[in-house]
T-cell receptor, first 113, second 113 residues
Framework: DAGVTQSPTHLIKTRGQQVTLRCSPK?????VSWYQQALGQGPQFIFQ???????QRGNFPDRFSGHQFPNYSSELNVNALLLGDSALYLC????????????FGSGTRLTVV | KNQVEQSPQSLIILEGKNCTLQ??????????LRWYKQDTGRGPVSLTI?????NTKSNGRYTATLDADTKQSSLHITASQLSDSASYIC????????????FGTGTRLQVFP
């Protein structure tokens, strides 16, 4: 039973570019959350998707957007990249209404140069 | 404001020694508390999940305690191993919003031979 899968594992982009990160939730999970973790910091909540809709959002600008597909997989899009967007981006999935089942992926390391 | 504070920020111990990490929170109303282990550049992995009624929970050499009255938790690591070197993050979930994890900033543990 695969856990949460994220791709790519590493990515280097130039300032101003756009990036798309992908996440496949654990089997049986239908809720996907995205987090940004800067080096040496705790994860910061970006947003959460359920039933293909954004259900909650953290304090991130509109440059950060997402999508959830009918198979529960999700994408995180970041436009007009800034140097400060360099971070580890984590995806976590859980079964709806069962937060005990929160499972994290290994993350995508994004470097903006 | 819901907060989770951890101490110490960093810790260095010798292999085979025990150590205890602390977590204090102000999150209310409380639902559950989790300890995660995060290796550098990887996603967090759950060690324990504790609800209001649980005082102690063990997972191998890891033992977590919870005092819901004083809003404190600790993670005790017994007979440390080199592979225990990682960041340990305390996460609290409020029953008011069970979809959002409130992260502490973590304790960076280094185990030396």
């Amino acid at each position: 039973d695969a856990g949460v899968t994220q791709s790519p594992t590493h990515l280097i982009k130039t300032r101003g570019q756009q990036v798309t990160l992908r996440c496949s939730p654990k089997s049986g999970h239908d809720t996907v959350s995205w987090y940004q973790q800067a080096l040496g910091q705790g994860p910061q909540f970006i947003f959460q998707y359920y039933e293909e809709e954004e259900r909650q959002r953290g304090n991130f600008p509109d440059r950060f957007s997402g999508h959830q597909f009918p198979n529960y997989s999700s994408e995180l899009n970041v436009n007009a990249l800034l140097l400060g967007d360099s971070a580890l981006y984590l995806c976590a999935s859980s079964p709806e209404g069962m937060n005990y089942g929160y499972t994290f992926g290994s993350g995508t390391r994004l470097t903006v140069v | 404001k819901n907060q989770v504070e951890q101490s110490p920020q960093s810790l260095i111990i010798l292999e085979g020694k025990n150590c205890t990490l602390q977590c204090n929170y102000t999150v209310s109303p409380f639902s559950n508390l989790r300890w995660y282990k995060q290796d550098t550049g990887r996603g967090p992995v759950s060690l324990t999940i504790m609800t209001f009624s649980e005082n102690t929970k063990s997972n191998g050499r890891y033992t977590a305690t919870l005092d819901a009255d004083t809003k404190q938790s600790s993670l005790h690591i017994t007979a440390s191993q080199l592979s225990d070197s990682a960041s340990y993050i305390c996460v609290v979930i409020s029953s008011y919003n069970t979809d959002k994890l409130i992260f502490g900033t973590g304790t960076r543990l280094q185990v030396f031979p």
